[in-house]
């Protein structure tokens, strides 16, 4: 009998720790399925934009790492994997993603909501032939929409909206809340900018860039473009000799003696136009596609326009 009590004794105590650990396991697979929600975010400085927005309301991941290339930056199987469980993806368009377009539409196919910025807040286009040249891709839509604070005002509006709207569980008064402070920092940015800029005069508000980047600037703050190393809105693209020849001609015209080159990009060929020249040419670095680590000059997009406007008053009034 004692026997028999004590095989009881020991199904039951069995079945208590069985039911233990049943009950904690249906405690972790509720648990696991309260993740917090996700925005993927493809460009970095989209990326930080996001961010200011977002706060603590959701997980913001950004694929592009910093000092990398838009136009040729690619993508794990893991970060694919990222966009297809995004509950948000905001990317840039206009074609500036070109490795990463495609797994954004595949995401989309699946349901994934997605936002492109640039399309968004009122492009532009550009001509691609030098000043004074032939204009070979005249009416490509440009991508760089962030050189313009302005339009990263609107566009930063917008992507309040998809998070509110698309997004589980945030808390739209504080996402309405973190747009609403960083508009007020973009304004300031806008202002300061445009006083930096009243210091260059006007026969010096010309630009000539590694390629064509600051279409938007010079509309916003009154610049023209002369010409680009490149002639293309991507890093992609290649310059002939005929190109080269057409940008000195045009730079000899207007009287520019300095070239802005991206800081992630070589600048070997601004240096071979300084050569075409006579060496007469000063080459600027600037962050002009991509944000830098923190603390290596532009960690955000506030410090990187900050940098970007300070570097180009100098080059261009010869402070």
Known sequence: MSVRVGAARIRA???TLISFFVL???TGCAGGDDERPRVVVTTNILGDITREIVGDEADVSVLMKPNADPHSFGLSAVQAAELENADLIVYNGLGLEENVLRHVAAARESGVATFAAGEAADPLTFHTGQDGG?????GEPD????TDPDRVRKAAGLIADQVTEHVDAVDEKAVRANAARYDGQLADLTTWMEQSFAAVSENRRALVTNHHVFGYLADRFGFRVIGAVIPSGTTLASPSSSDLRSLTR???KAGVRTVFADSSQPTKLAEVLRQE????VDVVSLYSESLTEKGKGAGTYLEMMRANTSAMAEGLTGA
């Not at 032939?134 to 005249?138: L, Q, S, Y």
């Not at 991508?143 to 962030?146: D, E, G, I, L």
């Not at 020249?277 to 007469?280: A, E, L």
């Open 13 to 15: 105590a069995l079945v």
């Open 24 to 26: 904690a396991a249906a």
């Open 134 to 138: 032939p204009e070979d891709e005249a």
């Open 143 to 146: 991508p760089h929409f962030w």
């Open 250 to 252: 045009a730079m000899e």
């Open 277 to 280: 020249m006579g060496g007469d």
